[in-house]
């Protein structure tokens, strides 16, 4: 259909609906909308790309804090973009966690 967007979604329905319908139009397994209209068959494609949980939060005092939702390589990951790399820890050597954007 030649069509560019960015959808943005919350909230379950963006795994139980919007993805799927998607899956299907690209499969051509959509029946009905604007897929039969514009007589669309099957074919591209999309990104599903998740967000984040914010990496610093505010405590009952107002201290900032790390959110407890990070692992250990999640907060390697906020770092090392927060610093302008790129987390991709080193098999070989374990102080080298990271790589510079290019």
Not at 24 to 50: L, M, N, Q
Not at 64 to 83: K, P, S, W
Request: hydrophobic share 35%; proline share 3%.
């Amino acid at each position: 259909m030649g069509r560019r967007y960015i959808g943005i979604e919350m909230g379950s329905h963006a795994y139980t609906h919007c993805k799927v319908r998607l899956d299907k139009v690209i499969a051509g397994e959509d029946p009905g909308g604007i897929t039969k209209s514009a007589k669309w068959e099957k074919g591209g494609g999309y990104r599903f790309y998740e967000l984040a949980p914010t990496l610093i939060n505010r405590d009952d005092f107002g201290e900032y804090v790390i959110n407890e939702e990070y692992d250990a390589d999640m907060l390697a990951a906020g770092v090392a973009l927060h610093e302008g790399f790129t987390y991709h820890p080193d098999s070989n050597l374990f102080w080298k966690q990271a790589v510079r954007w290019e």
